[in-house]
C-alpha cells in the first residue's frame, strides 16, 4: 500500500520557519524540512506543490532508472520561455539530437586544447587589477567565465560588447531565477523584454556572420563544412538547423555554462578566503607550476590540492542546487504516490549535505575527496554534474576551466578576503551573495617583474 508523501504539520512546520527566520534562508528551511520528514517530502502551496527528493536512491531514481518518466520541459516555465527550444529544456529525441550536435568541443579532449586559451584570456583580465584594491569575485569571476566561454567555445570575443550585454545578461538570470512567479504565474513581469531583445540581437547576428563566412553549400557539393573548429562554426554548418534553434542553443550554453562557473569560482574563492590554512596550501601548490607559461594536461593533474577544493566546493554550494523535473505519469517514488505533472524536484545540495553520507556535511573539508583516505559515498551521493545519459554537457569544460582560472589567479595574487557575511542566493545558480570582496596584491616575484619593466621603458 502507497505510503502518503510527508508534509508539513503544525509542529514541524514551526521548527522549519524558525529556522528558516533564523538563518535567512530558503535552503536552511529545505534542511530542515529534510530533516523533520525525511528523504521525500513535499511542499503544499498554492499552485506550487513540488515532491523535494535526496538521497542516494532517490537520485538514481530520477537520473539513471526510471530516467524516461520524468520531462524536464514544462511550457509555462520562464527558462523554457527564455530559453525555447534549448538542450536544457528538451525531451526524449529532440534532445538527443541536440546533444549528438553540441557534444563534441565539449569532450574533455576538446576542452584541453583551449587550456592555453583559458590562460592567457585570464591573464589579460587580471592585468588592469592593481595592488592593494578590493575586487568583487562573483563580479571578477563572471567576467571571465562570459570571456572564456565565448572564446573558447563559439570562438566570439565577448570583450568589447560586455558593457552593454552586462545588465541583459543579469536580467536573464533574474528572469529564470525562483520568484513570486512560482506561486502567481500570471504576475506581471516588467523589463525583461528589453534584455532579452538586446541579447537576441546580439546573438542573431553573430550566427548570420559566420554563416556568412563559411563557404557556400554549392561549393561544398552540397554538404555542411564539417563541423570543423569551434561550437558556432559547427552548428552553422549543418543545413538542418535554423537560425533560431541555433540561437536557442547560443543562448542556453551562453547563460546556463557561465553563470555555473561564475557560480564554482567566486564560491571556491569565498571558501579559500575564508579558510587561510586551505588558501596557504592551494596557493603553494600553484606556485610550484612555472607562471610564465600556460599549463599542459599533466601540470593539472598535479594540482591534486587545487582538484580537492574545486570539488568540495562544489558539494557545499553546488551551482544547480535542485534538479527540476515533471512526472510524465501518475507513479510511485521510494514508496510514495506522484501524480501527473507534479514538480519533482532532486535535492542535490541536500544530498551533498546529508549527515547519512558525509561527516561533519557542513565543514569545508578538501581533505574528503583525496585519492587515498577520502570519505567513501554511495554512489549518486555526490551529483554536482548530474548523472546518467543526461549529465552536465559541460562538466569537462567546467572542470578544466575552473583549474586554470584559479591557477592563474592564485600564481598571480596574494589574496585577503573582506570580513563581511556572505548568504547563498537562490538564483539560477547557486551565488554567493552581496558579493566575495577580497583585497589583491600581485605576488613579490611579478612586482619585482613590472618594476624591471617600468624601469627598462623609462631607460
Known amino acids: 500500500m502507497p505510503t502518503s508523501i510527508p508534509t508539513l504539520s503544525g509542529e514541524s512546520g514551526l521548527a522549519v520557519l524558525r529556522r528558516m527566520l533564523r538563518e535567512r534562508s530558503i535552503l536552511a528551511g529545505l534542511a530542515a524540512m529534510h530533516a523533520h520528514l525525511g528523504r521525500i517530502f513535499q511542499i503544499t502551496l498554492p499552485n ?17 532508472t526510471h530516467r524516461h518518466d520524468f520531462l524536464w520541459r ?21 534532445h538527443d ?16 586544447t583551449q587550456i592555453e586559451t583559458f590562460w592567457h584570456r585570464t591573464g589579460d583580465l587580471l592585468t588592469p587589477w592593481q595592488d592593494g584594491e578590493t575586487r568583487d569575485m562573483l563580479v571578477e569571476m563572471r567576467k571571465i567565465a562570459l570571456v ?38 500570471h504576475l506581471p513581469r516588467p523589463g525583461y523584454a528589453s534584455a532579452l531583445r538586446t541579447l537576441d540581437e546580439y546573438l542573431y547576428g553573430l550566427i548570420r556572420t559566420r554563416r556568412a563566412s563559411l563557404p557556400s553549400p554549392a561549393a561544398l557539393g552540397g554538404r555542411g563544412a564539417g563541423g570543423e573548429g569551434d561550437l558556432l562554426t559547427h552548428l552553422v554548418s549543418d543545413p538542418t538547423l535554423t537560425d533560431d534553434l541555433i540561437r536557442d542553443q547560443f543562448l542556453t550554453l551562453l547563460i546556463a555554462g557561465h553563470d555555473t ?36 594536461p599533466d601540470d593539472l593533474r598535479k594540482l591534486e590540492y587545487l582538484d580537492m577544493v574545486l570539488k568540495e566546493t562544489l558539494r557545499l554550494y553546488p551551482p544547480i542546487h535542485v534538479g527540476n523535473r515533471r512526472a510524465a505519469h501518475d507513479m510511485e517514488i521510494a514508496g510514495c504516490p506522484v501524480e501527473k505533472d507534479t514538480r519533482v524536484m532532486m535535492s542535490i545540495y541536500l544530498s551533498h549535505r546529508d549527515p547519512a553520507h558525509w561527516p561533519d556535511p557542513d565543514e569545508f573539508r578538501p581533505e574528503r575527496f ?11 551521493t555526490y551529483i554536482p554534474f548530474g548523472g546518467g545519459p543526461r549529465n552536465c554537457v559541460g562538466a569537462a569544460f567546467s572542470q578544466i576551466e575552473g583549474k586554470v582560472v584559479l591557477l592563474r ?15 547563498a542566493h537562490m538564483g539560477a545558480t547557486l551565488e554567493p551573495r552581496p558579493g566575495v ?23
Open 48 to 64: 506550487f506543490r513540488p515532491v523535494f527528493l535526496t538521497g542516494p536512491e532517490t537520485n538514481r531514481h530520477i537520473l539513471v
Open 74 to 94: 514544462t511550457e509555462s516555465d520562464p527558462v523554457t520561455h527564455l530559453l525555447r527550444h534549448g538542450l536544457l529544456v528538451e525531451d526524449a529525441e529532440s
Open 97 to 112: 539530437a541536440l546533444r549528438r550536435q553540441i557534444d563534441p568541443p565539449l569532450q574533455r579532449g576538446h576542452v584541453q
Open 148 to 185: 572564456l566561454l565565448m572564446d573558447a567555445l563559439f570562438g566570439v570575443d565577448i570583450l568589447p560588447d560586455l558593457d552593454r550585454l552586462w545588465n541583459p545578461i543579469l536580467r536573464a538570470i533574474a528572469y529564470i531565477s525562483p520568484g513570486p512567479w512560482i506561486i502567481l504565474p
Open 261 to 296: 562557473s561564475t557560480a564554482q569560482l567566486s564560491w571556491a574563492l569565498y571558501l579559500l578566503g575564508r579558510h587561510p590554512d586551505a588558501l596557504a596550501h592551494a596557493t603553494s601548490e600553484a606556485r610550484t607550476l612555472p607562471a610564465d607559461r600556460p599549463p599542459t
Open 370 to 380: 583525496a585519492r587515498e583516505g577520502g570519505d567513501n559515498v554511495p554512489p549518486f
Open 409 to 423: 589567479l592564485l600564481q598571480s595574487f596574494d589574496l585577503e578576503l573582506s570580513p563581511r557575511p556572505v548568504h
Open 437 to 459: 570582496k577580497m583585497r589583491v596584491n600581485r605576488t613579490l616575484r611579478l612586482r619585482g617583474a613590472s618594476a624591471q619593466g617600468a624601469s627598462d621603458v623609462k631607460n
